[in-house]
């Protein structure tokens, strides 16, 4: 109960004091160090109309630089677990939110970006009240920031993710359902919560061509998420095959190595487009 909600652990007293708890209080310091000497840095990957092909915006994703190895570059599957059993993530989801929106404020060319937001952040009651002072304070309008929580943190908290929904829409963000159809029950929550954008998780879309059976998952997602007048994304777009299908099926947009990867460097993607 000590790690919160939405976790879980198999209690096993060998591995107590074992290298694996070791392991994991040294990445406890390491990300410590790594909020306090501003070793987290952001990476962004396009968002594209399927249409026209037309930049729409840009999903964040953090990135730590190791402080024991400061060229090494740690992804989020590395880190994000343990900050979210130790509480560090709270942190981290605020420096992710409080440099997005300043870099909204420095770039008006920069359209809309989408940040990534732990489901143990809907704990904290104050997190919709911080971002509409990040907001305020850097003068930026809230339709440029949208905030993507996934399915599985949404559903296990279905109370807090309301009241957190509510909270940002009130301050004007948009709201983005991630990794949509990766959870159970997916369909049966939507009606409780109010998001505008269904990002249809990666596995259905990978080898959408090549796979029936994820062709008929996505056809009902998007005729549901239609129905609810909600946009449609699709992520893991890994080649021109499945672009095209994503058009076939009226998916309004798309991200994936196809079309981008993440990049520190967003300028690129903004001129890229424009020649
Ligand atoms: P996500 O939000 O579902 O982000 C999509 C992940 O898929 C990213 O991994 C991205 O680099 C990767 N990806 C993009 N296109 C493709 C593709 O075509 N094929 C494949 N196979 N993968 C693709 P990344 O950056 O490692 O992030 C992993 C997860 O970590 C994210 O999943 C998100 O849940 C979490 N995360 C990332 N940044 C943040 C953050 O700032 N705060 C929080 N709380 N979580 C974050
Ligand atoms: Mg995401
Ligand atoms: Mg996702
Ligand atoms: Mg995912």
Redesign the pocket.
Known sequence: KANGKNTWAVYDPKRDDSGAAMERMSWRQRIEQALRQDLLE??F?GIYRVDNGQLCHF?????MRDPQHPEQLV???QF?PI??NSGQ?LE??RW?LRSSIALLSENSILPSLA????GR?FDDPELPQFIRACLEENRVDANRLII?L?ETAAVSDIRDAQRFIEGIRQAGCTVCL??FGSGFSTFAYLKYLEVDIL?I??MFI?DLPNNRENQIFVKAMVGIAKGMHKTVLA????DAATLQMLKELGIDLA?????G??SADYGKFIENRAT
């Open positions: 952001l990476h990957q999903e964040v994703l953090v990135r992804m989020p599957g994000i900050a979210e993530i981290i989801d992710v940040v990534n937001i732990s952040s993507e996934t991630d990794d990002k998780d990666g990978r992520e893991f777009v890994e991200q994936g190595y196809h079309l990867r993440p």
